[in-house]
């Protein structure tokens, strides 16, 4: 009848705008990662290279030059591996997340912890990517935002699930109003991970008071293997 179809084209129309913000807003997120590769290769790289035109232009000693081509090089591979860590791709996420979280730690002077009891071998590759970017942006957080001392991180399944949690001993902050914040384009950050969670079919949470730290907790279905049909 009229109501119930009614009712149909409205459930329809709601989720097809959800479907388009939840689109618009993944092309926020590209665009503004975009924009901080083109700021760090313009700042860093361009930097260093136009010093190294200058030095050969006005032909410094060989031992300058060698050493900008150094710091030049070392900064293409901070770029590189922050787009995407070799690692995830060689060694698994678990090593991944271990190299990337010590890697943090130590810049921000943070104690890291990492724990990955019995994590599963097997981890459909766009669950990897999505706890890499996860946890990514919540170690980002943690250094940018937290004045915390410990950064602990773990990996583990749980039955058919792989659960991340990140965890600091740093201010902590009020959520509900931050998710207002990001809601009216503030940040992108919790959002990002919040879309990243539901299009991998996991749910999220995050825990924080001020002055109690934070914990963060991602939890990814691991999809059964298929089984052998039943002759
Ligand atoms: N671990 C944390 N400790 C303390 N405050 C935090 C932590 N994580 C997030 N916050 C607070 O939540 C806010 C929102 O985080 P979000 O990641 O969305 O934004 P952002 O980091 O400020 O910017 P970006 O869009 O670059 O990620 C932060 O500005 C910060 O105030
Ligand atoms: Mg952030």
Excluded: Y
């Amino acid at each position: 009848d009229i109501t119930e179809r009614l009712r149909t084209q409205h459930a329809l129309e709601f989720s097809q705008e959800r479907l388009r913000a939840l689109s618009r807003r993944l092309l926020e997120v590209q665009e503004q990662e975009r924009r901080r590769l083109a700021r760090d290769l313009h700042d860093d790289v361009g930097q260093a290279l136009t010093a190294l035109k200058i030095q050969l232009e006005s032909r410094s000693r060989v031992e300058e030059c060698v050493e900008t081509v150094s710091h030049t090089l070392e900064r293409v591979r901070q770029l590189s591996l922050s787009l995407r860590p070799p690692q995830l791709d060689d060694l698994g996420l678990g090593a991944a997340l271990r190299s990337h979280l010590d890697r943090q730690a130590a810049l921000a002077s943070l104690a890291p912890h990492f724990e990955a009891p019995e994590t599963p071998r097997e981890i459909p590759a766009h669950v990897e990517t999505a706890c890499f970017r996860i946890a990514q942006e919540a170690i980002n957080n943690v250094v940018r935002h937290a004045r915390a001392r410990n950064l602990w991180l773990r990996l583990f399944a749980s039955g058919a699930r792989l659960e991340l949690s990140v965890r600091d001993d740093g201010g902590g902050f009020d959520v509900a109003a931050a998710r207002r914040r990001a809601a009216a384009g503030a940040s992108l950050g919790l959002a990002g991970m919040e879309e990243r969670v539901a299009l991998a079919g996991g749910s999220f949470e995050l825990r924080s008071a001020p002055g109690q730290g934070t914990v963060l907790l991602a939890s990814f279905p691991l999809e059964p293997r298929e089984k052998p049909q039943a002759a």
